[in-house]
């Protein structure tokens, strides 16, 4: 097995580095203890683990970015599989985005609603007010 294969296996057995979706993903300690495991059972150091997982990662998304454009007709001959296209396919599986909470409570903004309807585009800056609790 080549190293490449083998850390794909060492991260895919630990979910914590790669799902967003997981409460445990912006654990730190937990993900650095995930690293370290992977880096001794890989023999490379945690940083060389961590730049070829991304680049690996990396590719993988644009392999699959470029599958899904090239349907169709007038779409290019198809270039040779990707080597490790099956043995990352676990990451089509898990969260890849994470939802994003904004740093402005939901109560302090306020949609003049007299100057917009629902059919319309969402309200513009001009439209929403500022409320100050002081």
């Known amino acids: 097995m080549e190293i490449d294969e083998i850390l794909i296996e060492e991260v895919r057995q630990r979910p914590v580095i790669y799902d967003l979706g997981l409460e445990d993903y912006k654990n730190l300690r937990k993900k650095d203890f995930a690293w370290r495991e992977v880096a001794s059972n890989v023999h490379l150091d945690e940083a060389m683990c961590k730049k070829r997982w991304k680049g690996l990662r990396d590719c993988y998304k644009r392999c699959k970015r470029m599958e899904l454009s090239t349907s169709?007709?007038?779409?290019?001959?198809?270039?040779?599989?990707?080597?490790?296209?099956?043995?990352?396919?676990f990451?089509?599986?898990?969260?890849?985005?994470?939802?994003?909470?904004?740093?402005?409570?939901?109560?302090?903004?306020?949609?003049?609603?007299?100057?917009?309807?629902?059919?319309?585009?969402?309200?513009?800056?001009?439209?929403?007010r500022k409320v100050r609790l002081f």
């Open 72 to 89: 169709g007709s007038g779409a290019e001959t198809p270039r040779r599989k990707w080597r490790y296209l099956e043995a990352m396919s």
């Open 91 to 128: 990451l089509d599986n898990v969260t890849s985005t994470r939802t994003t909470i904004g740093s402005i409570p939901e109560e302090l903004v306020v949609i003049d609603e007299e100057s917009s309807t629902a059919a319309e585009t969402p309200p513009s800056s001009s439209r929403v």
